[in-house]
């Protein structure tokens, strides 16, 4: 019920009308966009996308650039079964992927359960990252992470966390298996749209990593700023 009682009070924070957003580039107006998106999305949680917009307008508020205004969601209190990834453009409104997205080896097999910061966990992060450059590694083309919350994921670059294709991201494995394969912490989705789905993300668009952790909720400077009113 704690969980629930803070979740509706940062949502409600979220939803506030941002009567000077108009004139602020950039800022997504949440009022507004949040039931486009939803009735484009009609599996995507409320709650979750409008923390997710609320984090983004934070974001900016703080200083952080996203020229392609674009916004990666990942809810994983959904099982791993389920599209749990969206992205969306915040300017368009439009609904550009929805997709597999694998987790952390030890943040659960089919139910995501643990997440960490710290490296050589295996684990998943939370929170808001920011997407980097690319390179081709082992997992072929890789986009690199760039963690923004402080004491949640900011351990993302050096823990070598990024967004690659996958052998065991796909709806065959499933059929197999009854869930997706795990990571080592990456959010790794299906080798069949990996490459136009990076593209579209990489070179400073924001990804928001959801799960009703409580401490996270509470102290994010992503959900929890100001935003003009």
Not at 141 to 156: E, T, W, Y
Not at 190 to 204: A, E, H
């Amino acid at each position: 019920m704690k969980h629930l009682k803070l979740v509706l009070t940062i949502v409600g924070l979220a939803c506030l009308p941002l009567l000077g957003a108009g004139k602020v580039p950039g800022y997504c107006q949440i009022p507004e966009t949040a039931p486009v998106l939803l009735d484009k999305a009609p599996n995507l949680n409320p709650n979750v996308v409008r923390l997710a917009l609320k984090a983004y307008d934070c974001a900016l508020l703080l200083g952080y650039k996203n020229p392609k205004q674009i916004l990666t969601i990942i809810d994983y209190s959904l099982p791993s079964t389920q599209k749990r990834m969206w992205v969306v453009n915040v300017q368009t409104k439009q609904v550009l992927y929805n997709v597999l997205v694998a987790q952390g080896k030890f943040t659960g097999a089919f139910i995501a359960k643990y997440f960490s910061n710290k490296p050589q966990s295996k684990q998943s992060s939370i929170g808001l990252f920011q997407t980097n450059g690319t390179y081709q590694g082992h997992n072929g083309l890789s986009l690199r992470l760039i963690g923004l919350d402080v004491g949640f994921n900011d351990k993302a670059a050096s823990r070598d966390i990024v967004i690659h294709g996958a052998w065991y991201v796909s709806d065959d494995f499933v059929k197999r298996f009854g869930r997706l394969g795990t990571s080592w912490g990456c959010p790794a989705v299906s080798k069949t749209v990996v490459g136009p789905l990076i593209n579209t993300i990489k070179d400073g668009t924001f990804v928001f990593s959801y799960y009703p952790n409580p401490t996270w909720l509470s102290q994010s400077k992503f959900l929890n700023c100001a935003l003009p009113n």
